[in-house]
């Protein structure tokens, strides 16, 4: 490989990023015809075409990717280790993307997020909220949030919150019109409040007990896609809602929302940070990882007290 062929190279990777010559040619700070030159000239190195051009656009050929998929990960493990190599002569500093769902960034994340820039001014941490399981490395985030058991195998999980339990709950107005479900087969004859995901989707009900788990489509003419909405709905009577447990721990504990099937309701996993293993880390997201487990630890404990409470109230 010349050194050409590198220059061109970063070029195609700015191109494809962007989606647009004249958008890389403005992120790079050359003219628009010098980068479509220099395109052109790596086709001919490699007698391959490598990108797809109309007048409203540009996408990757099928050759093009493959080269994006063989040299990407190297120039983005070269720029993470230069990173790296400034850092460690000053102080830490730069910006770390994170995609989480709204539970987490609440109740995890910003605790976290607190403590770390008032220790390091020069980092910025950017927290993007959405609960669809987003390709990290396409969007460019250094790290995601999910839970546990979604995370794909390729990638490096660390454990940041403790397990966690769904609750299924409705208003005592709700239920002086409808009985209590004893099984998730009951809730066909109720109107449960629908959640609606980021990727489109309706949520299914997962419950699990004794080894045994079902997954329940429920019905209902309500359909929300922001918890506090639906805790809102299930307060005012519309139905029966199914939420993480400490979403509604204030709400159980007062008998503003009471709560069913709980013996269906088993803990899964609790939520994790994943990365991409083929990735060099920089020493600010090294750094957010350390300060992340600290903080997780405590909330771990926190959540654990009040489960201790919460169990302590039934006997």
């Not at 099928?62 to 993470?80: K, N, Q």
Request: with cysteine; aromatic share 6%; proline share 4%.
């Amino acid at each position: 490989m010349t050194r050409e062929d590198l220059g061109d190279i970063l070029n195609l990777i700015a191109i494809v990023e962007e989606g647009s010559f004249t958008k890389a040619a403005a992120r790079l700070g050359v003219s628009q015809s010098t980068l479509s030159h220099g395109i052109r000239r790596l086709e001919e190195r490699l007698g391959i075409l490598l990108l797809a051009r109309t007048t409203r656009s540009v996408a990757s050929t099928p050759a093009g990717e493959r080269l994006m998929e063989i040299v990407r990960p190297a120039f983005t493990d070269i720029a993470a280790r230069l990173s790296d190599l400034r850092s460690s002569q000053a102080r830490p500093a730069g910006t770390i993307r994170i995609t989480t769902p709204e539970h987490a960034a609440r109740t995890l994340l910003l605790p976290a997020v607190k403590l770390f820039v008032a220790d390091y001014p020069d980092i910025t941490v950017e927290l993007v909220i959405d609960s669809h399981l987003t390709d990290i490395v396409a969007e460019r985030f250094d790290a995601g949030v999910r839970i546990g058991e979604l995370i794909a195998k390729d990638m490096i999980a660390i454990s940041i919150g403790p397990p966690m339990r769904m609750a299924a709950v409705a208003s005592p107005a709700y239920f002086a019109n409808y009985p209590l479900p004893k099984s998730p087969r009951d809730l066909a004859a109720h109107c449960c409040i629908n959640q609606r995901l980021s990727a489109g989707s309706l949520y299914a009900w997962e419950f699990a007990k004794a080894g045994q788990k079902l997954r329940v489509r429920v019905g209902g003419n309500i359909v929300l896609n922001r918890v506090p909405l639906i805790v809102d709905a299930a307060l005012a009577g519309c139905g029966i809602a199914f939420v993480i447990e400490d979403q509604v721990e204030s709400e159980m504990r007062e008998g503003t929302l009471l709560r069913v099937l709980e013996d269906w309701c088993e803990p899964f996993d609790g939520y994790h940070l994943y990365y991409a293993n083929h990735r060099q880390q920089s020493l600010a997201f090294s750094l957010f990882v350390e300060a992340l487990r600290r903080t997780a630890s405590t909330a771990s404990l926190a959540l654990n007290r009040l489960a201790w409470r919460s169990d302590e109230d039934k006997l």
